[in-house]
């Protein structure tokens, strides 16, 4: 059974940092390109970054774009969300997800790309 499990969460001031963390076990992630995604109340789940397999390719939305990294270290079978100078509307439960190579049913940026979902970590920035 596959499991991703999302940790590192928590309540930040604005300008704040944190860096958030996804597990995988059932599973080997060096197969994968990973992605995290963001929901709000209220508001769909957005897209927030990408990391190709290798972790040779990064993708981000261009509302993260220059505060937040992906980076993942397969030997621990691990993803991160590196997220700095953090905004109010950073606000939302924050998931990590895994695409493996067989799914090209959608682009990197949708939710119907990837097939596995952990089940998130709230994420709250304070002005």
């Known amino acids: 059974q596959v499991q991703l499990v999302e940790s590192g969460g928590g309540l930040v001031q604005a300008g704040g940092s944190l860096r958030l963390s996804c597990a995988c076990s059932?599973?080997?992630?060096?197969?994968?390109?990973m992605g995290w995604f963001r929901q709000a109340p209220g508001k769909e789940r957005e897209f927030v970054a990408h990391?190709?397999?290798?972790?040779?390719?990064?993708y981000y939305s261009d509302s993260v774009k220059g505060r937040f990294t992906i980076s993942r270290d397969n030997a621990r079978n691990t993803v991160y969300l590196q997220m700095n100078s953090l905004k109010p509307e950073d606000t939302a439960v924050y998931y990590c997800?895994?695409?493996?190579?067989?799914?090209?049913?959608?682009?990197?940026?949708?939710?119907?790309?990837?097939?596995?979902w952990g089940q998130g970590t709230q994420v709250t920035v304070s002005s």
């Open positions: 997800a895994a695409r493996p190579p067989w799914n090209y049913g959608a682009t990197l940026y949708e939710t119907a790309a990837y097939d596995y």
């Open positions: 059932g599973r080997s992630l060096s197969n994968d390109a």
């Open positions: 990391i190709s397999r290798s972790g040779s390719n990064t």
